[in-house]
């Protein structure tokens, strides 16, 4: 029989309370809990009904089952999230508990906890570490152009790298391309030592590096010898057509309009392109003009080109590098109050 609102059993019925207890023995309880239980009181403010207690490794939460049920859900996504990444910012933390829309959801939880994108030398497993570097690989997919933009330390070229390296092992294309432009940081190319490879190598470097994590050395320099694999400036790519091949313009902040323009008309049949470059370390003259800029402005609504914007929550080098990128941002704004106008 059901009961007729207002009557003391309904009462009684709607205001049972339940226990439940959620074991976090898996991660980092600061990691959970934040600096000061940070996150925590950030959790108990998102849910002012629940009572919620922490007990070591424990947490406790008290309260409408209805309610509980909604918290665990959330919580076991955060955990999920810490066991894959070890990390979750504050910012992170937040927009999980906030988001009950489905892509919210999605863009926290791993889609296959076995997805690796390629076994490197020694059996090392590469894969997409942050939401934005997973969103990067799935938008890759999907795309034949993608644009991924965002500060130092973000792991922009080096999941670039891996999925070129995954779709040249699924013989989805039958060659790399990985060019740079040579463009000087506060050196002449002309006063440093060796030939023109020499002098260009520094520059390449961090593709380089990128590879030697994701390819036995035997095979790396037959993929070079054959030419599978290609490093080179981008001054090199002009005249050419780039077909079946998987191409990365890496540091494209430094290209100029002219250079952005031609490597994008290079490209040809069953060929994809990620771009990636940091708007903040332009390293050009100043009478030049980023072309990076001009580009994701111009292509951003082009079916097929995707544009992904990663930030400090995605930093996966020295904890240190997320604070110093924050300071630097806000002396950024100080100096140029009117920029984000």
């Avoid at 990985?178 to 002449?188: D, I, K, M, N, Q």
Wanted: hydrophobic content about 40%.
């Amino acid at each position: 029989m059901a009961l007729l609102p207002g009557t003391p059993d309904a009462r009684q019925k709607r205001n049972e309370l339940t226990d439940t207890i959620i074991n976090l023995e898996t991660v980092n309880p600061i990691e959970f809990f934040g600096v000061n239980n940070g996150k925590l009181d950030i959790l108990k403010k998102k849910f002012p009904l629940l009572k919620i207690l922490s007990r070591g490794t424990q947490l406790k939460l008290s309260g409408a089952p209805e309610q509980i049920v909604s918290a665990r859900e959330k919580i076991e996504l955060i955990v999920s999230y810490l066991e894959r990444n070890g990390h979750m910012s504050e910012n992170y933390f937040e927009q999980v508990l906030g988001g009950d829309d489905a892509e919210t959801i999605d863009h926290f939880k791993e889609r296959n906890p076995n997805e690796v994108l390629v076994f490197g030398p020694n059996g090392k497993s590469v894969r997409a570490r942050t939401a934005n570097q997973k969103k990067m690989v799935a938008d890759a997919e999907k795309n034949d152009i993608v644009f991924a933009i965002g500060p130092a330390g973000t792991g922009k070229t080096y999941t670039a790298v891996a999925i070129a390296v995954r779709a040249l092992k699924n013989k989805q294309v039958k060659k790399i391309i990985l060019t740079r432009p040579a463009v000087e940081a506060g050196e002449s190319l002309g006063f440093l030592p060796g030939d023109l490879k020499e002098k260009i190598d520094p520059y390449l470097r961090p593709l380089y590096d990128a590879l030697d994590d994701m390819i036995p050395a035997d095979k790396l320099g037959y993929y070079m010898t054959t030419r599978t694999i290609e490093i080179a400036p981008l001054a090199y790519m002009r005249g050419r057509t780039l077909d079946n091949a998987f191409i990365i313009l890496d540091e494209a902040q430094n290209a100029t309009d002219l250079q952005l323009k031609m490597f994008l008309t290079r490209i040809g049949a069953n060929a994809k392109a990620i771009i990636t470059g940091d708007m903040t370390q332009v390293d050009l003259p100043r009478h030049q003009r980023s072309g990076l800029q001009t580009a994701v402005r111009i292509l951003k609504n082009i079916d097929g080109i995707a544009h992904i914007e990663l930030d400090e929550e995605d930093v996966v080098r020295h904890r240190l590098v997320k604070h110093i990128l924050r300071a630097y941002n806000k002396e950024h704004e100080k100096e140029n109050p009117d920029h984000n106008k």
